[in-house]
């Protein structure tokens, strides 16, 4: 698609269920990118992808925290046991990574309340 | 304190004056972005500046870079009601690499 498209727009979940969050990148697009966004500040880095690799996991929480990138399907972003302090936007982004300095698409995110 | 901060961080205006925003970085960077967001929605990219460049302009925006100081601002021209919003800038060291983001402006224009 010409947009990343992020599914769902909102999910609640109640404090130690599991939560799961989609994204599809923009066609022709080999690189996706995770940000998490609490409370309309700043943007956590993640994880991002290279096709279905793992580039960089740097900002991954080593628990509860997994993310795939399957070939023919959406990227998911899994919480397991959420918490409270899940509650966040969840940002997907994609780039074609032609260029060094390429900007990056970002979806609509993904509203987690935990409750 | 974080990479890419930007101040004020919140601004308020009337319809017609230019907003200025300043972002300050940290690291050496490859590139500075500047996103809008409305509203908690998605991220808008706004302009990119590489680091070998010194000034950039689109429409009413002009973004200036400065890597000896590690700063950089966004310059809105003729703002508009509809350019309230959320500005972030945002820092790449890299090919492809990760975004680190300021805590962002909060831009209110006066009709």
């Known amino acids: 698609g010409e947009e990343v498209a992020q599914t769902p727009k909102h999910l609640v979940r109640g404090e130690g269920q599991k939560a799961k969050l989609y994204c599809a990148p923009i066609?022709?697009?080999?690189?996706v990118f995770w940000y998490q966004q609490v409370l309309k500040n700043e943007f956590k880095f993640l994880i991002s992808f290279q096709n279905e690799n793992v580039f960089d996991e740097t900002g991954m929480p080593k628990e509860r925290f997994s993310a795939k990138c399957l070939p023919n399907s959406p990227c998911s972003l899994e919480i397991q046991a959420t918490k409270l302090e899940d509650s966040a936007v969840y940002f997907c982004?994609?780039?074609?990574?032609?260029?060094?300095?390429?900007?990056?698409?970002f979806g609509q995110g993904t509203r987690l309340t935990v409750v | 304190s974080q990479q890419g901060e930007e101040d004020p961080q919140a601004l308020s205006i009337q319809e017609g004056e230019n907003a200025t925003m300043n972002c300050s970085y940290k690291?050496?960077?490859?590139?500075l972005q500047w996103y809008r967001q409305n509203s908690g929605r998605g991220l808008v990219h706004l302009i990119l500046i590489r680091s070998n460049e010194r000034e950039k302009h689109s429409g009413r925006l002009r973004v200036t870079l400065d890597t000896s100081k590690k700063s950089s601002s966004l310059l809105i021209t003729a703002s508009r009601a509809a350019d309230t919003a959320s500005y972030f800038c945002a820092t790449g060291t890299g090919a492809n690499s990760k975004l680190t983001f300021g805590k962002g402006i909060t831009l209110s224009v006066r009709p």
């Open positions: 690291t050496s960077i490859n590139n």
């Open positions: 066609k022709g697009h080999s690189y």
């Open positions: 982004a994609s780039n074609d990574g032609n260029r060094w300095d390429t900007e990056a698409f």
